[in-house]
T-cell receptor, first 113, second 113 residues
């Protein structure tokens, strides 16, 4: 079964540092997403990406966040200057059409200290 | 009112019993509906899409009531492996591409021997 791959599985970083979370979506999918889940809370939408540009973003996705698809396979989320409250599980997802359920990656647990 | 609301549980279910729970959503224009399953510290995994006519997948039955704006999930003949958090997920937008999903907080189900 095709899967979405995320690396690293766990990242510990110091407050103020930049982090890049990496994702390889399913190869024939067209839509890509980042979600996050703070421990004990619900899954929250960050951003969607289609045709090499952001199609929608949430209030959480402020100027410290950016996304990129630098080549045909990787999809990255960059957090420029991490804060303690950025500690969360970050899930990448992809979908083939807009009405499909998504396939989520196994997540990157980001811990900001 | 929360966009997607669920009883957090836990629902303690004897093995072999039936359990059912609902989810309400606030946006009457919501287009598509899903149940996802999430195990502890893992990614959400699509359990089933929910169709207007209701649908069944093995021991799982999902129903949609657009008039009352709720969806339901019923699990028959519960197995120990059904223990998980069940996430109600709604696509709130009419926009075709790059739709975000809105997650409920999840309903925790514990199946006990």
């Amino acid at each position: 079964e095709p899967e979405v791959t995320q690396t690293p599985s766990h990242q510990v970083t110091q407050m103020g540092q930049e982090v890049i979370l990496r994702c390889v979506p399913i190869s024939n999918h067209l839509y890509f997403y980042w979600y996050r889940q703070i421990l004990g809370q619900k899954v929250e939408f960050l951003v969607s990406f289609y045709n090499n540009e952001i199609s929608e973003k949430s209030e959480i996705f402020d100027d410290q966040f950016s996304v990129e698809r630098p080549d045909g396979s990787n999809f990255t989320l960059k957090i420029r200057s991490t804060k303690l409250e950025d500690s969360a599980m970050y899930f990448c997802a992809s979908s083939g059409t807009e009405v499909d359920g998504y396939t989520f990656g196994s997540g990157t647990r980001l811990t900001v200290v | 009112r929360k966009e997607v609301e669920q009883d957090p549980g836990p629902f303690n279910v004897p093995e072999g019993a039936t359990v059912a729970f609902n989810c309400t959503y606030s946006n009457s224009a919501s287009q598509s509906f899903f149940w996802y399953r999430q195990d502890c510290r893992k990614e959400p995994k699509l359990l089933m899409s929910v169709y207007s006519s209701g649908n069944e997948d093995g021991r799982f039955t999902a129903q949609l009531n657009r008039a009352s704006q709720y969806i339901s999930l019923l699990i028959r003949d519960s197995k120990l492996s059904d223990s998980a958090t069940y996430l109600c997920v709604v696509n709130p937008s009419r926009q075709a591409a790059g739709n975000k999903l809105t997650f409920g907080g999840g309903t925790r189900v514990l199946v006990k021997p």
